[in-house]
T-cell receptor, first 114, second 114 residues
Framework: DGGITQSPKYLFRKEGQNVTLSCEQN?????MYWYRQDPGQGLRLIYY???????QKGDIAEGYSVSREKKESFPLTVTSAQKNPTAFYLC?????????????FGNGTRLTVT | QQQVKQSPQSLIVQKGGISIINCAYE??????FPWYQQFPGKGPALLIA?????SEKKEGRFTISFNKSAKQFSLHIMDSQPGDSATYFC?????????????FGRGTQLTVWP
């Protein structure tokens, strides 16, 4: 089945540690996105990538980094500079513009930093 | 600032009733308005979408009503069922963005009592 795989589902880290969240898609989609979801805050865009080796900051990119070395993969690193990293992180992809292709979301990674 | 304002934050409806969720926007460049449905522990999935050239779109029990002059749109769920209990996000697409990025509302948590 085609889809987006996010791993792990739950992740626990100590404050001050960097952590990388995995996102893999086999939908052959060009565009990939990372969103952060907090209760009552909706979905806020962290980073997005239209093509391999290219990505842009979203609304809340501070304290995060990404890479896009392969079309299928778009890992997100939550660095120690992120002041409030505990959240539910969602990866998504689309064929191209969201105008013509709906976003397909993974099932998320819940990160807890203590 | 929130590009898309969604209300209410939570909604409780009896089985068989009508659920109504409202969204408003200011950016006249928005020209595509999808709704996403999210079940607990899952990623959101596209439910229904509308473009501003029509005032209403219906798919089964789900209807989007769109008022271009008021810059408002709403989701109506007829004959609401317990299985409809989920979080609903409205969104708007900025056609001026090269990626066609989506702006999401903060979400409405719908609970349908049996």
């Amino acid at each position: 089945d085609g889809g987006i795989t996010q791993s792990p589902k739950y992740l626990f880290r100590k404050e001050g540690q960097n952590v990388t969240l995995s996102c893999e898609q086999n939908l052959n989609h060009d565009a990939m996105y990372w969103y952060r979801q907090d209760p009552g805050q909706g979905l806020r865009l962290i980073y997005y990538s239209q093509i391999v080796n290219d990505f842009q900051k979203g609304d809340i990119a501070e304290g995060y980094s990404v890479s896009r070395e392969k079309k299928e993969s778009f890992p997100l690193t939550v660095t120690s500079a992120q002041k409030n990293p505990t959240a539910f992180y969602l990866c998504a992809s689309s064929m191209g513009s969201a105008y013509n292709s709906p976003l397909h979301f993974g099932n998320g990674t819940r990160l807890t930093v203590t | 600032q929130q590009q898309v304002k969604q209300s209410p934050q939570s909604l409780i409806v009896q089985k068989g009733g009508i659920s109504i969720i409202n969204c408003a926007y200011e950016n006249t460049a928005f020209d595509y308005f999808p709704w996403y449905q999210q079940f607990p522990g899952k990623g959101p999935a596209l439910l229904i979408a509308i473009r501003p050239d029509v005032s209403e779109k219906k798919e089964g029990r789900f209807t989007i009503s769109f008022n271009k002059s008021a810059k408002q749109f709403s989701l109506h769920i007829m004959d609401s069922q317990p299985g409809d209990s989920a979080t609903y996000f409205c969104a708007a697409l900025d056609r001026g963005s090269t990626l066609g990025r989506l702006y999401f509302g903060r979400g409405t948590q719908l609970t349908v009592w049996p």
